[in-house]
């Protein structure tokens, strides 16, 4: 049972970065489902590694495009970005100071977060990009 299904809604109008936010919503429902099934802790090293190499590869890709493009609100995107990154490595932290109990709270960071930056932020270039040419 999927917590999130991709649909239109998450759709930012580019077929490169709707790719990478679709293995996101796999990241999240994968770790739904081990949650459903009482085994998060055996996923959750490898889903915080994951994680952490997702950001810097999605993100760049992203911030590649609003530097090539001359995106206006990048660094206010880019601080949003780098918040991200800063709760990832907050939980690998924790993770690794041997608290493992930590799959309701990232799972409901990794949806709000998705939903409402992918919703807002990241429509927000959308129109932006397909201006330029980025479908």
């Given amino acids: 049972m999927s917590l999130i299904d991709w649909d239109s809604s998450l759709s930012v109008g580019v077929a490169e970065i709707d ?11 994968e770790l739904h489902e081990a949650m459903l099934q009482r085994r998060s802790t055996e996923i959750m090293k490898n ?7 997702y950001t810097v590869y ?3 890709t992203e911030e590649k495009y609003f530097d090539k493009f001359g995106y206006p609100d ?3 995107h880019k601080l949003q970005h ?3 990154v800063n709760k990832v490595s ?11 109990s930590l799959g309701v709270e ?4 990794l949806k709000d ?8 932020a990241d429509k927000a270039y959308s129109s932006f990009f397909n201006s330029k040419g980025l479908k």
């Fill in 19 to 29: 790719e990478q936010h679709k293995k996101l919503v796999k990241m999240i429902n």
């Fill in 47 to 53: 889903l915080l590694k994951g994680l952490a190499d």
């Fill in 58 to 60: 999605h993100f760049s």
């Fill in 74 to 76: 990048a660094e206010n």
């Fill in 82 to 84: 780098d918040a991200f």
């Fill in 90 to 100: 907050e939980f690998q932290q924790k993770y690794n100071a041997g608290q493992v």
């Fill in 106 to 109: 990232i799972n409901q960071f």
């Fill in 113 to 120: 977060w998705l939903l409402g930056h992918i919703k807002g």
